[in-house]
Each structure stands twice: as C-alpha cells, then as structure tokens.
C-alpha cells in the first residue's frame, strides 16, 4: 500500500520544470484519499468504538440508515434462486444507479482496494523494466463474468466469493486477513512479472461488470488540448487501459476529444503524468476542444 | 479455429491473407478468452464445491438457512459480525475451513449469548439469517451432544451438572436423568441428556464443561443427529393416541425375575457392571483387599463390600 502512493519520481525528473508535487500527483492523491476514507469508515467503529460505516463493500449500512450492496454479489445471488430481503436489494439499487451515473469503473480506481495492489504492481514492473511475459485477452474478464455467474447458478451459491480477490482484501481489512494474504501477493507477483495490468485490466470480473455500467457514465476525461501532445507516450505508459486513450488522443474515430470507452477507470493519471496538460476532468458532453 | 481458416479459402481465394489471419487472431483471442474464463470459473466452482461441507467446530448464527441456501445467500458483508454484542460471530478466511467470508462461531471459545431481540439476524441485508426467527428459543444453531461419556463426571457418579445448570433451556433442552449407579450400588448418577426438539445449539454447555476438552460438544445438526426410517411408528405413541392397541388385546406373559434389585441377573452373576458399559474401570477396589473369603463372582447385589 505504501510503496505506491510513493511518487513515481522518474519522468517529473526529466522534463518537468515546474509543476509542483500536487500538480502533477493531484488526481493521485485524491484517489488515494478516496479509498483511505473508504476504509477508514468502516474501521473507525472497532477501532475507536465511532460507527460510520458497518459491514463491507459487499454490503454496508453507513450511519445506521443508508445500505448499499455490491449489485454484481445480489445479481449472483438470484442467479442462485434467492431473493434477498429489500434492504439488499435497495443497496445494490443506490450503488447500480450511482456507478451509472458517475462512471462504472469509478469503483476501480476510488474504491477497490486491489487498485492499490495493482497499482504497486504496475509501478514495480515500470521501475525493473520489466517487458516479458505474456498477457491474456482482454476480453478474458467478460468471460469470466459470465462463468461466475454460471457457476452461482450450477452450485446453488456465491462461488466466485470463495476467491474473490476484491472482497477477499476488504474484508481482510476490516475483519482481519489470513489466507487471503496469498491472493493478494500472487496478484502482484503476476502483474509484476507475468502480465502488465493482468488482473485489472484483463481478468477481474467486477471490473468487467462495472464497465458495463460505465457506457453512461457522466464524468469522463478528455483530452482538449490535444494539439500540444509531443507524444512522449507518458499516459499511455501510466494508463491501467491505454487502448482507451487513443482515440481522444489521436482522433482515431472520433472527432471530440472525450474519453468515452467504459474501460477508463477515470483514475485521472493521465492528467497527472501529462506535462503538457493535454488532459482534463469533464463530463461526457463536454466536446470542446481547444 | 478450422472454421476459420477453411472458409475464407473456399469462398474468396484473392483475399484469402488479410482476412483469415485477422479472423484466426480473433478467434484465437476469443478461444483463449473463454477458455481461461471458463477455467478460471471452474475452479472457484469447484473449489467452492469442496469446501461446502461444514466441518463440525462450526456453528452458523441464529436464523442461518440450511447450509446449501446459506450459501447461496449469504454476501459475506459481516454485518452480523458488527452487530453481535459480544463478538461470539467471527468472518472466516481464505484457507479456514470454514466457506471463505461467512460468519461463524467456536462454542468452545465464546458461546451465543442468545439475545432476545436477536440483533444478528436483524442486521442481516440478504436473508441468509432468516427475520422468521423471532423467538430466540427456536434458534436451531447447531444440536449439543455428550460425546464423551468416560470423563463426564457425571457419568462417573458425580455432581458436576454445570452443562445443565448454564443451559438456558434448562429442563427441557438438557434434563438429568437419573439412573441406578452399579459401581457403588446404592448410589445415583443423574446423567445430562440432550433433548433435539428444545436445544437451540447456543453453544454454553460445551463453553462452560469444566473438564480441559469438553465431553459436552455442539455439532451442525446433520453431524449431530440420527433419523428414524419414514415409516416407522412407536407403538406406545400410537397406542397413546388411538386410546388402545390397534391389534387388540395381547396375552401378557408372565415375566420372572423381576423382583428384586438384581433384576433380571442370575443370583450368582456379579453387579460389577462397567465392563457391560465399556467404560473400562478396574475391578471394584473392594475386591482385591478381600481376595480369600468371598470369591468376587459371588458377591450379590445386595451386599456389594463397597466402601465410602
């Protein structure tokens, strides 16, 4: 968790006059902050007896009064045939209907814990220059979204919650970690040395299903000053899914320079890395370009 | 990927290149896609196959569905966790045997305190604790067994009783029942027995037996408890209820033997009954310190030489 809130410090080095430390790590730290608070509301209660937020990303009452559910946990479970009590199913209501509106893979990178894994990952294997490996398609995530979902319906139960990285690591968090730890570290050891990006970006299955529900998204990053790029390839180095950048980036495709594939976890890193300030946070009608 | 290399061939020979290597990358992709996917499913499916069963320390919390439904409900949030005031409910971990994430408890460790107002099932967001349970005293958490009958103290003739005083169905889902003790002789041992239809599985016995493993223990239900054949039907119970024997009157035959404290022995038979029990305890020390006079075998019930 530590190592990557660390500044990636390399590329500022070379080609970055003056940009202070939050100009260029803004939408980091937010990001980071985010899935601080996150946890932190759920661990201030058995830590300092202060209850904000109980239970876990699988499902919570925050404040006594507010629930929300994973939608993709309460959809396995009518897979299975079971019909959760309505608390549940207004939880995953509130969090479906907030993930549409806002982003899909917001979740990704504000709230999941595993980014942060991954992140460290992603970082590690940029640092030791690591090129080798062989990574599995991207598409990889939609299938295994479907298998898990048959496999509720085949054995009658969650399945996919027995290895879940997701809820394995928040959880383990909260309620204390055992075995889950080697999840966890087999996660980074394949990001690191077998494939950049390999469990966000082409296997995780909740990933898969929040970009589902980003084709709606409302708040996207764009790229309106696109036409001082000098292709230093910074944020496609940075990007957890570069393919969705070239088409603002480039035009490739698209006229407006609006990232609008369901893949951007809107982590806002290009925004960050960029030294020429190519990229903005916008909303998705936005099409100005400068 | 035949298909994909095979038509293109037949059909437009020209341009054969460009859109059979495009086509076979794709369905190279997609195969491999759904093949790692499918695979990936697979085993968490079966995985989670394996581990279904409950092992038998285990105890769900008040109102839990029966196992395969708890499974299928249960979103492993830990509310129920949070909720139970004395931190009996644990979440278990990747590795434990228990189905990774769901709540469960150790009566050894910290038994149910079998709150009235049951806030464990009240937190729960999905149902997998079933809010039909509204009276704690039908709770069917798991079934307490007495496993161990050679160190109960009680089945030793004596007074321990605590499983029975701390049960909070006391009486009727843990009795005393009291038996002839052939050891002494003259004594009682007043032995704690289960009773399936009022033990809500809470766990105090087997947390509070004094001994350092409990002979009292609380199993899953399906561990703990046998089942009668469908068809079978006790004839008291039957009698009971039609007001008479359906198959008429019987001819009762005389019974000898019954008459006194050694019934149903021989006269000469000895009272030394443990090794009929199997609880294996050594001859009564009464015998060897009178060897010569009165054979052991022939010492009668009624004038055992036993000692205080």
């Not at chain 1, 937010?30 to 932190?40: P, T």
């Not at chain 2, 919390?61 to 499974?71: K, Q, R, V, Y």
């Not at chain 2, 408890?105 to 997998?128: L, Y």
């Not at chain 2, 947390?207 to 493993?213: F, N, R």
Request: proline share 9%; with cysteine; aromatic share 6%.
């Amino acid at each position: 968790m530590a190592t990557s809130t660390l500044p990636s410090k390399p590329a500022p080095a070379a080609c970055a006059p003056a940009r202070s430390l939050w100009q260029h790590q803004r939408w980091l730290i937010l990001r980071r902050s985010s899935q601080l608070l996150i946890l932190l509301a759920f661990l201030t209660g058995p830590w300092f007896g202060l209850w904000i937020a109980k239970g876990n990303l699988s499902s919570s009452l925050t404040l006594g009064v507010l629930p929300l559910t994973d939608p993709l946990l309460v959809l396995q479970t009518l897979v299975t045939g079971h019909l959760p009590y309505s608390s549940a199913l207004i939880g995953a209501a509130i969090v479906l209907g907030f993930y549409l509106l806002v982003g899909g893979r917001v979740f990704c990178s504000w709230a999941c814990p595993v980014n942060v894994v991954t992140d460290a990952a992603a970082w590690t294997r940029r640092r030791l220059g690591i090129k080798t490996g062989r990574v599995p398609d991207a598409a990889t995530r939609y299938w295994l979204l479907g298998g898990l979902l048959v496999a509720a319906a085949l054995t009658g139960s969650l399945a996919w919650e027995w290895v879940n990285p997701v809820s394995l690591l928040h959880r383990g968090l909260i309620f204390g970690m055992g075995g889950g730890l080697f999840v966890i570290a087999g996660i980074f050891i394949y990001d690191v040395l077998v494939a950049s990006r390999g469990w966000c970006g082409h296997l995780c299955p909740m990933g898969a299903f929040y970009g589902l529900l980003g084709k709606t998204a409302l708040v996207r990053v764009a790229a309106p000053n696109r036409k001082a790029c000098d292709d230093c390839m910074d944020c496609f180095a940075v990007c957890p899914e570069p393919q969705v950048i070239r088409p603002a980036l480039k035009q490739v495709g698209q006229t407006h320079p609006l990232i609008l594939a369901p893949d951007c976890t809107t982590c806002g890193r290009c925004i960050d890395v960029c030294d020429k300030q190519v990229f903005k946070m916008t909303h998705r009608f936005d099409q100005r370009s400068e | 990927m035949d298909t994909g290399q095979t038509k293109p061939a037949s059909k437009a020979p020209a341009a054969t290149t460009p859109a059979s290597v495009g086509r076979r990358k794709f369905i190279n992709s997609v195969a491999a896609a759904a093949g790692g996917g499918c695979l990936l499913a697979l085993g968490a499916g079966l995985y989670s196959r394996s581990a279904a069963a409950l092992p038998a320390q285990a105890i769900r919390p008040p109102g839990a569905l029966p196992e395969s439904d708890f499974l299928a409900a249960c979103v492993r949030c830990g509310l129920c966790v949070r909720d139970c005031p004395y931190d009996t409910l644990k979440l278990s971990d990747l590795g434990d045997p228990v189905p990774t994430g769901t709540p469960y408890f150790h009566a050894r460790s910290v038994p149910c305190e079998m709150c009235e107002d049951i806030p464990c099932v009240k937190a729960c967001p999905t149902g997998a604790l079933d809010r039909e349970l509204t009276d704690i005293n039908q709770a069917r958490m798991g079934l307490a067994a007495l496993v161990d009958h050679e160190s109960c103290l009680n089945f030793l003739g004596l007074r321990c009783d605590v499983c029975y005083r701390v049960c909070p169905v006391i009486d009727k889902a843990i009795t005393l029942e009291t038996q002839h003790n052939p050891r002494s002789d003259r004594h009682a041992m007043l032995l704690p027995t289960v009773h399936s239809d009022a033990c809500t599985g809470c766990g105090k016995c087997e947390k509070s037996c004094v001994l350092p493993v409990a002979a009292i223990k609380v199993f899953p239900r399906e561990l703990a408890q046998g089942a009668l054949p469908a068809h079978y039907r006790k004839g008291w119970e039957e009698k009971a209820r039609h007001g008479g024997s359906l198959i008429g009157e019987q001819v009762e035959m005389p019974v000898r033997g019954f008459d006194g404290p050694t019934a149903g022995r021989q006269a000469t038979e000895t009272v030394v009954a443990p090794g009929a029990s199997g609880a294996g305890l050594p001859p009564a020390p009464a015998a060897p310190a009178a060897p010569p006079v009165p054979p052991p075998k022939g010492v009668s019930g009624l004038n055992s030489k036993w000692k205080p």
